[in-house]
């Protein structure tokens, strides 16, 4: 295909940010590029979709209404790794190709948990809070070393967690259904079942993928199995955590404390009833957001996007 006929939309609001020539390639690339920098609906999509040939898309609601009005469009190209809001159903059978960015934004994530570790273990955002209303005292914190770290998924992201603790002097245990044991020799993890992983850690971190099997896998029954007085980070997927039963674990002390970057409606109401706990830790989803990552995954994503355009393998593709 030629691709200064070519129009290509791109959602995510971060794209270019910090490296202006991903926009500048892009446009000397193909004929026109959409710039709609948020998380779209679908309603919104197959407003912006139909005539578009390429797609760089973000967090954006991918279902198949979506896809099948976007009659021309030929590569969803994500800005990401995870594809669980594409209807990677929908895409095969009208030929899409639709591609992400493994291990783009692994250290960066990785960088964030560790953050809220350290953050959750020394209560900084409360003592920052009661030091600026001048009612601070020195509240007894927690430290990394001596503890258990427990990892649920290690994958791209989940080892470069363990890798950055090792200076810390924790022990760090870690499930995952397909276990890289010669990894988890090298950095010192101790592999085992999701039950032993949930029942020892003092740290609880998720890293696995939103799918019908993790799918509201953080239950009342999996949070009952925690060790008492332990923390939960999750950096993965909101969707992982029946926030309702969190909610009550938290309340009732059993969960000392949480860090979320993700939630199952994103952004959470500012009425959210996590948002209201002063022993949870809430951002917006910024995980990916560190200025390596963002220009890692907008590289990839334009590369696979232009592939498939000029009729060529992408490097990441996934269906």
């Known amino acids: 295909m030629e691709l200064k006929s070519c129009r290509v939309l791109v959602t995510p609001r971060s794209y270019g940010l910090n490296d202006p020539r991903l926009r500048s390639v892009l446009e000397e690339a193909v004929g026109e590029v959409i710039y709609r920098g948020r998380i779209h609906t ?20 991918i279902d198949r209404a979506a896809i099948e009005v976007a009659t021309e469009l030929k590569v969803i190209a994500r800005y990401g790794v995870g594809v669980d809001n594409v209807d990677l159903a929908a895409a095969r059978e009208r030929g899409i190709v639709v591609t992400n960015t493994p291990g783009a934004n692994a250290g960066a994530v990785a960088e964030l948990t560790i953050g809220f570790m350290l953050a959750l273990a020394r209560s900084i955002p409360q003592a920052n809070a009661a ?61 085992c079942s999701q039950d032993e992983v949930v029942a020892q850690s003092d740290f609880l971190s998720l890293h696995l993928p939103a799918s019908p099997e993790t799918y509201g896998m953080v239950n009342a029954a999996f949070l009952a199995r925690m060790k008492p007085g332990a923390f939960l980070i999750n950096t993965a997927r909101g969707e992982l955590i029946d926030e309702v039963a969190l909610l009550e674990a938290l309340r009732s002390g059993y969960v000392r404390g949480a860090a979320l970057d993700v939630f199952t409606t994103e952004p959470p109401p500012p009425d959210h009833p996590l948002l209201a706990l002063p022993q949870v830790i809430a951002t917006p989803h910024i995980g990916a957001h560190a200025d390596g990552a963002m220009n890692m995954m907008g590289w990839m994503a334009l590369q696979d996007c232009l592939a498939v355009l000029r009729g060529e393998e992408p490097a990441h593709r996934v269906v």
């Open 42 to 61: 679908s309603k919104e999509l197959q407003e912006l979709l139909p005539g578009c040939h390429g797609f760089i898309a973000g967090l954006d609601e």
């Open 131 to 191: 030091l600026r209303a001048g009612t601070a005292t020195r509240a007894e914190g927690f430290s990394l070393e001596g503890k258990t770290v427990g990892l649920l998924g290690l994958g791209a992201i989940g080892k470069q967690v363990a890798r950055r603790l090792q200076a810390f002097g924790c022990t760090v245990l870690a499930y995952d259904p397909v276990p890289d044991r010669s990894f988890a020799e090298r950095y010192g993890v101790t592999l």
